[in-house]
């Protein structure tokens, strides 16, 4: 885990040290990376100058849907009870997405969908908006599609 850094080559050597090994944990990746927007605990998030408007978003980007969380799942299959920690659609939505919303997080997600599962309700519904949420079929459209966030969230506001 490294926090918020322009450290590249440690970037770069913590991804290339990944290795997939199935199931998918997108809760934790959430809650990561809502931590290092809040601050506190291990990661340290720079202090915000008081004269800037900030906007705090996280892009989560999953390569399958959610089929593990640290207690139930079996690293195969999809199931409520593995993703009501992320998004409670039984209890109108409560969970991680709603707490980080709620506290003005905008969150952007991306199902990189390359074995044919189902579209990922899981990730629809986590994002802050049907236009915050991506499919791709193919890893070649990650970079047009981080560059259309990258731009949605680049647009210049003119406020009075």
Not at 72 to 98: E, F, L, P
Request: include cysteine; proline fraction near 4%; hydrophobic fraction near 35%.
């Amino acid at each position: 885990m490294l926090g918020l850094s322009y450290d590249w080559n440690k970037l770069n050597d913590l991804v290339d040290d990944m290795a997939p090994a199935g199931s998918t944990n997108q809760p934790i990746g959430l809650v990561w990376a809502w931590q290092s927007l809040v601050g506190g605990g291990p990661l340290t998030a720079p202090a915000k100058d008081p004269n800037y408007i900030y906007s705090d978003v996280i892009i989560l980007m999953s390569d399958g849907l959610n089929t593990q969380n640290r207690w139930w799942g079996n690293g195969s299959a999809t199931s409520t009870s593995v993703d009501k920690r992320m998004y409670d659609a039984s209890s109108g939505g409560r969970g991680t997405c709603a707490n980080a919303k709620a506290a003005g997080v905008i969150i952007y997600t991306v199902h990189v969908n390359t074995g044919g599962d189902p579209t990922s309700t899981l990730l629809q519904n986590c994002a802050s908006g049907s236009d915050k949420f991506t499919e791709i079929k193919s890893a070649n459209q990650l970079i047009s599609t981080f560059e259309s966030i990258g731009t949605a969230l680049s647009k210049l506001r003119i406020a009075n």
